[in-house]
């Protein structure tokens, strides 16, 4: 398996990923490969019933009553 060198990422980058991959109970080597993975999967297009859908549950969000539940 080839390996990459990544160069120029700041000290605080570094500590950022490595704060992610302790709280993720990974490596830092592991959460770079998957973020590279995710970034290199095709996007699916969103369809008008999936983005109705999600308005929908959205719109809950400034529904007090709702709201108010979800805190009991």
């Not at 704060?19 to 990974?26: C, D, F, P, T, V």
Request: charged letters at 30%.
């Amino acid at each position: 398996m080839p390996d990459i060198l990544i160069r120029g990422l700041t000290a605080g980058e570094v500590k950022s990923l490595d704060r992610l991959a302790a709280l993720e109970g990974q490596s830092r080597n592991t959460v770079m490969r998957e973020m590279i993975r995710r970034s290199l999967r095709p996007s699916t297009p969103i369809d008008l019933e999936d983005t109705r859908k999600l308005l929908a549950l959205l719109s809950d969000g400034l529904n007090d009553e709702i709201m108010s539940q979800a805190w009991r």
